[in-house]
Nanobody, 122 residues
Framework: QLRLVESGGGVVQPGGSLRLSCVVS????????IGWFRQAPGKEREGVSC???????NTAASVKGRFTISKDNAKNTVYLQMYSLKPEDTGVYYC????????????????WGQGTQVTVSA
């Protein structure tokens, strides 16, 4: 059974940084695509950054240059390093997995974690 558990969310001031972690089990990061998604209050869930088992990440324009996805396959952990956070980055952040990376959109990922809340506020 695939399982994903996010952590690392919290409250941070604008301009601050956070690193989210997603520990996975039941599958190997060598074989699956993984992505970070977020959902702001009243908005649809959107893709933040996704990466296949190989290849370069696909990162949303709104966070490019500020957010970086990375993987530690030996630790079964995926990270989302976030810098220069803005109030509009506020939301619940989810990691998700799928055997194939097609498009970095929620509909193309079928295994999800429970999410972690990120709040950017002064």
């Amino acid at each position: 059974q695939l399982r994903l558990v996010e952590s690392g969310g919290g409250v941070v001031q604008p301009g601050g940084s956070l690193r989210l972690s997603c520990v996975v089990s039941g599958f190997s990061l060598d074989d699956y695509a993984i992505g970070w998604f977020r959902q702001a209050p009243g908005k649809e869930r959107e893709g933040v950054s996704c990466v296949g088992s190989t290849g370069s990440p696909n990162t949303a324009a709104s966070v490019k240059g500020r957010f970086t996805i990375s993987k530690d396959n030996a630790k079964n952990t995926v990270y989302l390093q976030m810098y220069s956070l803005k109030p509009e980055d506020t939301g619940v952040y989810y990691c998700a997995a799928d055997p194939v990376l097609r498009i970095c959109m929620p509909a193309f990922f079928h295994s999800w974690g429970q999410g972690t809340q990120v709040t950017v506020s002064a």
